[in-house]
Each structure stands twice: as C-alpha cells, then as structure tokens.
C-alpha cells in the first residue's frame, strides 16, 4: 500500500480541560453532564451538527421500554430525559412509560442541548477525533481534532469515550473484540419516517 508522510508542523493544543468526553450521544451527553455536574472542566466533542446520536440523527424511532412493567429500572439522568420526551407527547397515556414511548427528535435534541449546556460543559458540533498521539513516557496523550479549524490537539485529565465504536479507545492502543466469534457482527438497521398517513385506514382498511 502506498503511503503519505506528512509534513511536520505544531498544533496549537488546548490542555485545560479535566474531563473530555468523544461523541454526543445518549451516553456522552450523560457523561458529560455528570462529570461538569461534579465540578470538572468539560469539553463534549461531536462529529455532527446536534446531540443525540442515534435518537436525533439516526431516526430511531421510539425508546425501549424503561421499565419492567412496574418501576423505571433506568434512572438518573436517563430517566430525566425519558420523562422530559413524554412530555412533549401528551397526548400519550402514562402507562406508556411502560412500553416503547415514541421520540420527537426535535424535542430530543433541545432536551440534550440543556442537559449538557446546563451542565456546565462546553459543546463542540462538527468535530471528530482523528487520531490519538501517545506522546512519550508519561506524558498524557492528546488528541488530535478535525473539524473547519483543520487539525487541532486537546490534553485532558480524563478521556472518556463514546463514539460508539470506541475508536478513541482502540487508537489508543486499549484490547477490544468485534462481533462473534467469527467477527460477523449485527446488520445495521435502516429508520426511516412517513408523514401525512392516515394511520386510521392503515390499520382498519384492506390488507393489500
């Protein structure tokens, strides 16, 4: 394979922060909001133009149920923004919460956004981890952003990552596995939303 070697240059490095956290989804968002919550200075990085990952971005429909038909056996930060999404769907009954509760990712994506920023921590859209530069022998790696600034490092006390796909984690050089034991792993699933169905004649008129 034929390689690029690039040129040497100096990043300008941000190596202020205590904790920061790859990716914007459910769990980086509750990361992040935990960890300025608890008084560390956080920076949340996210590859897209919104928080929620695949609730807002992906489409994914509706939340696996929450309970086990008698309590919320998710709480915390993830049983906040649950019942804030049921609010914006009133018109749903209450035992909903027991079932898969439908999402409004216009909704979701302005709860996420005062989870997080309500927090303390400091959001930044349309950047991505690149690489991970392990530096030398005991010094803290950095890593090295993407986004319209070009490429830019930041150092912090505490990685935390939740790219979903760990790459923060296996760049740096952590053990993982992928798929089964023949590494096949799950087919991605295809969301997709129709507007304007009379759901009424969908589900009472002719099986066609």
Same mark, same amino acid.
């Given at each position: 394979?034929? /390689?690029?070697?690039? %040129? ?5 490095? $941000?190596?202020?922060? #205590?904790? !920061? ?9 509750? %990361?992040?909001?935990?960890? %300025? ?8 990085? $996210? %590859? ?35 019942? #804030? ?21 216009? +909704? ?34 950095? !890593? ?7 490429? /830019?490092?930041?150092?912090? +006390?505490?990685?935390? #990552? ?14 993982? $596995? ?5 590494? $096949?792993?799950?087919?991605?699933? !295809? ?18």
């Amino acid at each position: 394979m034929a /390689t690029c070697r690039l %040129a040497a240059r100096d990043l300008p490095l $941000e190596d202020s922060w #205590d904790v !920061l956290v790859a990716g914007g989804g459910p769990s980086g968002c509750t %990361a992040a909001a935990a960890a %300025a919550r608890a008084g560390a200075r956080t920076l949340l990085v $996210e %590859a897209t133009g919104m928080l929620g990952g695949m609730g807002t971005a992906g489409l994914v429909p509706a939340w696996c149920p929450f309970t086990d038909n008698e309590k919320i056996i998710y709480g915390g930060l993830a049983e906040r923004v649950f019942r #804030d999404c049921k609010k914006g769907i009133a018109h749903l009954p209450e035992k909903t919460i027991h079932g898969w509760l439908p999402l409004d990712p216009e +909704r979701l994506k302005r709860i996420y956004d005062g989870l997080v920023t309500g927090s303390g921590a400091e959001v930044r859209f349309h950047t991505q981890v690149a690489a991970v530069d392990l530096q030398g022998p005991g010094q803290a790696p950095a !890593l090295i952003m993407a986004n319209k600034a070009g490429l /830019t490092a930041l150092r912090a +006390r505490v990685y935390v #990552d939740c790219t979903g796909d760990a790459d923060l984690a296996a760049w740096a050089g952590a053990r993982y $596995e992928q798929g089964d034991s023949h590494g $096949e792993t799950q087919p991605a699933s !295809l969301c997709f939303v129709l507007s304007n169905v009379d759901t009424y004649h969908y589900i009472h008129g002719p099986n066609l």
